[in-house]
């Protein structure tokens, strides 16, 4: 077959053109060279640049070929790009090709191509584009990772889990070497990518986390598509199944025993139970419930929080004698499901619970939780009040033994039998005392007294009529002069200690017996009151003001109780236009009879008289007589100071009126005024021979002169308003063996039978008197025996 060589161009020349195009569109970096043509039509376009693009058509003097570059070019020698060729070159070397544009001189070699004779150039500037050529230089990368996800368990086929992202830095528009391709390196079966996207889906059915909770997936990223010799890179996602209620309760065994005592108390704890749960969070959370009656009845369960366990609590107290085991039905059961798995089942499981009853040995138990008693007052002392009885709650029916705790009753007005329980009286009791009496009672076993119990016991005091009524009426009743005849003066009551049952009512009326009461009546109102009615008029103060009035009430009572009280009726007068009574004052001087002129006459004498008495004590205080020193006056017991101070405003030496008279301002003793008797001749003669003292005086008739005057000096001597005044004198020690000895009063205190009075005959005549006074011997006994002897014989 002979082809026509013009139709065989035709295609070849169709590919050069569309390559042209492709390569125009996908160069890295070009050079242009300016065409200077002025042969050539020119089309001017203004660019974005401001530059404007020439299209023009290149003569066919040019020689064209496609010029490339690989990227990353390494070695010694320049990298050959292509030829630049012009038909004016004759290939003399007279033609210089000069290379112009971006990267002109620094990547590529420059080329002559102008006319070295002329230095003009040969050919117009023309435009062309050097295509950098890019290599698979660079692996796809992740800029993130590992990375770190979760996907509910039991998840669909399929069900996206995450997306990863790989970039390349190579070209993504010429040829494969951007192209990436996702692929799962560890973690199948379970998870599968997207080679395009980098979706990561699950790739199983029924992925259960109670069996693997956690999965690590490694991802490659490979460019060239995928092809061998592409660079690939690879992260890791690390996936957790999250949890989902897909697993019912389930209880470990169906049958449990529990032990409990029966002193187990109400409100606590007496067991647990735990049903299994492979599910976490709310998803395990478990609601226990009891389905029988009886157990629910006598339990109740509820769920700790922490543990999830059902905990079993006493609702009322066991009883070891009535029964001894009880069965539970326990259920558990979710309290948050999931419909998706609704087809698993019902999500609850049931188990059976038995509670055996422990015997314990119980206090006694009494037959009331209280009791209350009744007694009447002034029982008999061991009076039977009423009885307690207890019983022992346990199967071997221990005896009991009763007591009274003393702690409130601590004056034993009661007494407990001990095995009977019966309550007696150990006092008489009163009610207008002590209504009610508040005594416990306590039981124990007699073989075991540590266990007790205890009731409280309450004994009311009954009522019977043993006080009399009394009349409330305690101040005086004021009767008007005015007083009517008929008039009620004053409404009495009555009251009774007893109860109202003893005597509700109370009656009046004046003692029987005695004559009627001129002056005044009573009458029973017969509503527990009395009236007091005068039986006459007008009541004169003056004539008699005060009436004692008794009057009888008694009670309604069984036995009948009276008493009879004694009213007094004061007669006063009433002010005038009022109601109030008020007993005037002159009422109280009528005796006296003494108008008031006297009456101020006396009081006036009263206040002089009480003046001069005040004026008299003022002056004899105040007054200050002169202490008179005679020569002759030899008291050696009167001190005398000369105070040379400074006037009588200075006293802080001593206070000289102290001296003088010490007892003046305590008390005035004043001398006794006795009239002058006489003695016996035969006393004044034994009275000459011993010492003399005021209280051995016999009176007489006559006294001599010298025996009266013995008596004013003893009178004298006792008075401690005269002088010579005792006064305290400080005397400083001067040691044992002084010659002085003690001077003190003390030691003159002994017996005169001890003392020694001749020394008062050396006194002188200046003290004859006082020696004879004081100096006569003291008669011994027996001559008071032989005075009387010889008086008997005269």
Known sequence: MKVNPSYCLCPVLLC????????????HSQAKIISRSHNATHNHNQTKDGETEVHHRPKRGWIWNQFFVLEEHIGPDAQYVGKLHSNSDKGDGSVRYILSGEGAGSIFIINEAIDLNTNKPLEPESEFIIKVQDINDNAPKFPDGPFVTTVPEMAEVGT?????????????????????????????????????????????????REAREHYSVVIQAKDMAGQVGGLSGSTTVNITLTDVNDNPPKFPQKNYQVFVPESAQVGKPVGKIKANDDDIGINAEIKYSILNPEGA?????????????????????????????????????????DPRFSYLGSFKDDATLKITVGDVDEPPVFSMDYYIMEVYENAKVGTEVGAVTARDPDSKNSPVRYFIERREDKEVYFDIESISGVIRTTQ??????????????????????????????????????????????????????????????????????DDFANGKGFSFSFPGGVPANPNFTIKDNEDSTASIIARRRRFHRLTQEL????????????????????????????QRGTRV???????????????????????????????????????????????????????????????????????EAFDIIALRNPAAAEELKFRRDVRPECIRPWSSRRLARGRLSPSSLDIDEEMEVGE???????????????????????????????????????????????LDYNSLDDWGPKFEKIAE?????????????????????T
């Open 708 to 754: 009266f005057i013995k008596q004013r000096v003893a009178e004298a001597d006792q008075d401690t308003s005269v002088p010579p005044y005792d006064s305290l004198q400080t005397y400083a020690y001067e040691g044992q063996g002084s010659p002085a000895g003690s001077i003190s009063s003390l030691g003159s205190a002994g017996a005169h039978s001890n």
């Open 428 to 497: 008489l009791l009163d009610r207008e005392d002590t209504p009610w009496h508040n005594i416990t009672v306590m039981a124990t076993e007699e073989d075991n007294p540590s266990l007790q119990s205890h009731v409280p016991v309450t004994v009311q005091v009954l009522d019977v009529n043993d006080n009399p009524p009394m009349i409330n009426t305690e101040d005086e009743i004021i009767i008007c002069e005015s007083t009517r005849a008929g008039q009620v003066i004053q409404t009495i009551t009555a009251v009774d200690k």
């Open 581 to 651: 009574k008020i007993c005037q004052g002159e009422a109280f001087l009528s005796s006296a009879v003494l108008s008031t002129g006297a009456l101020i006459a006396i009081l006036l004498c009263v206040l002089i008289l009480l003046a001069i008495v005040i004026l008299f004590i003022t002056l004899r205080r105040s007054k200050k007589e002169p202490l008179i020193i005679s020569e002759e006056d030899i008291r050696e017991n009167v001190v005398t100071y000369d105070d040379e101070g400074g006037g009588e405003e200075d006293t």
């Open 297 to 337: 009845g006598m339990f109740s369960i509820s769920t700790d929080k922490d543990t999830r366990e059902g905990v079993i609590m006493l609702r009322k107290p066991l009883n070891y004698e009535k029964k001894k085991q009880y069965s539970l039905h326990i259920s558990a059961e979710n309290t948050h499901l």
């Open 16 to 27: 050069l053109c569309f390559l042209e195009r492709g390569y125009e569109a996908s160069h």
């Open 773 to 793: 006074l004081y100096g006569e011997e003291v008669e011994t006994a027996s001559e008071s025996t032989e005075k009387a002897e010889s008086e008997k014989q």
């Open 547 to 574: 009436y004692e009035l008794p009057v009888v009430v008694w009670d309604d009572g069984e036995p009948v109780l009276s008493s009879t009280s004694t009213l007094t009726l004061r007669v006063c007068s009433c």
């Open 160 to 208: 996206s889990v995450f997306q990863v992202t790989a970039t390349d830095a190579d070209d993504p528009t010429y040829g494969n070497s951007a192209r990436v391709v996702y692929s799962v390196l560890h973690g199948q079966p379970y998870f599968s990518v997207d080679p395009k996207t980098g979706i990561i889906r699950t790739a199983l059915t029924d992925m259960d």
